[in-house]
């Protein structure tokens, strides 16, 4: 089970129930509840802090007027966790051997492939 989100405010340790999203164009600040993910310029609050929220002069507040919940428990990021550590562990298929060409072994400089590099010859 993922760890609750925490109110974004400093040294406030209470989960998170509502979100803080600024829309500067319309010089709005608006406060709903809990976005389901967490995302760039915006703010998980508490609900004291959510009920709290002033806004700069001349700045409107849009609050959600129900009442804010904690998210429901879901095991989705866990599963994702899991799921990447598993393919990080599993072994990369090994690409067929080239055979070796003696013919090319005399010059300086070759062309090979190493993983995602590629070796390129300079043009003489």
Request: hydrophobic share 30%; with cysteine; net charge neutral.
């Amino acid at each position: 089970m993922r760890s609750p989100r925490r109110c974004s405010r400093n040294g406030c340790p209470r989960q998170a129930v509502a979100t803080l999203t600024y829309v500067y164009n319309e010089s709005t600040a608006v406060v709903g509840p809990l976005a389901a993910f967490a995302e760039p310029h915006t703010y998980d609050l508490c609900e004291p802090h959510a009920r709290s929220l002033t806004a700069p002069r001349g700045w409107d507040v849009v609050r959600h007027e129900g009442e804010f919940e904690p998210p429901p428990p879901t095991t989705d990021d866990l599963v994702a966790l899991a799921e990447a550590v598993r393919e990080a562990a599993r072994p990369a298929p090994r690409p067929p051997e080239e055979p070796h060409d003696r013919s090319h072994s005399d010059q300086s400089h070759s062309t090979g492939r190493r993983g995602h590099l590629r070796v390129i010859p300079p043009n003489h």
